[in-house]
Antibody, heavy 121, light 110 residues
Framework: QVQVVQSGAEVKKPGASVKISCKAS????????MHWVRQAPGQGLEWMGM????????RYAQKFQGRVTMTRDTSTSTVYMELSSLRSEDTAVYYC??????????????WGQGTQVTVSS | QSVLTQPPSASGTPGQRVTISCSGS????????VNWYQQVPGTAPKLLIY???QRAPGAPDRFSGSKSGTSASLAISGLQSEDEADYYC???????????FGGGTQLTVL
């Protein structure tokens, strides 16, 4: 079945970087975009950006420009999201989710199980 | 402050019909399709409605979506206890050149 499985929880110190993986299976990896969405404790969903696994092109939310990098490895059907210069406000659950290969058609399905990132000194 | 505006809470009794609104602008809902997600606390969101009014595979037919101008709505008929969850609307924003979400609506089944 179609699924995306994320790496495990992370604890980081302020100023550090975190890199989360998201492994896709059950479909053609290069035929769908992959999005990243985060959810701070008790808060709503926040879109971070997207990657086209076919050519590696990316589009990031303005808020994260310069701090986020999304990459992919087609040999393992895995996408990665790295967030740098972490601060306490980055403590959140980070999700990857598959989207159609049309930029403005952003229905996301399925979602990964989420990766808890905790930033604390 | 979310780009899309949803009521923070909604409630209903079993069997009732409940509607959740999502308000945006010409750069987002006014020019792109709307999607709805259901999130049970502690779990990942799940796609419920896509492209304004299409039910996702596996979504019960008591869920329906609609869009008019710069607003969209999610309707739940025949409310059931398992519908108690958070609901989010989402679309693309042409001005921000990115996806946007509503702040979420917590649905309580009384």
């Amino acid at each position: 079945q179609v699924q995306v499985v994320q790496s495990g929880a992370e604890v980081k110190k302020p100023g550090a970087s975190v890199k989360i993986s998201c492994k896709a299976s059950g479909y053609s990896f290069t035929s769908y975009y992959m999005h990243w969405v985060r959810q701070a404790p008790g808060q709503g969903l926040e879109w971070m950006g997207m990657i086209n696994p076919s050519d590696g092109s990316t589009r990031y939310a303005q808020k994260f420009q310069g701090r986020v990098t999304m990459t992919r490895d087609t040999s393992t059907s895995t996408v990665y999201m790295e967030l740098s210069s972490l601060r306490s406000e980055d403590t959140a659950v980070y999700y990857c989710a598959r989207g159609p290969s049309i930029v403005a058609r952003i229905w996301l399905d399925p979602w990964g199980q989420g990766t808890q990132v905790t930033v604390s000194s | 402050q979310s780009v899309l505006t949803q009521p923070p809470s909604a409630s209903g009794t079993p069997g009732q019909r409940v509607t959740i609104s999502c308000s945006g602008s010409s750069s987002n809902i006014g020019s792109n399709t709307v999607n709805w997600y259901q999130q049970v606390p502690g779990t990942a969101p799940k796609l419920l409605i896509y492209s304004n009014n299409q039910r996702a595979p596996g979504a019960p037919d008591r869920f329906s979506g609609s869009k008019s101008g710069t607003s969209a709505s999610l309707a739940i008929s025949g409310l059931q206890s398992e519908d108690e969850a958070d609901y989010y609307c989402s679309t693309w924003d042409d001005s921000l050149n990115g996806a946007v979400f509503g702040g979420g609506t917590q649905l309580t089944v009384l």
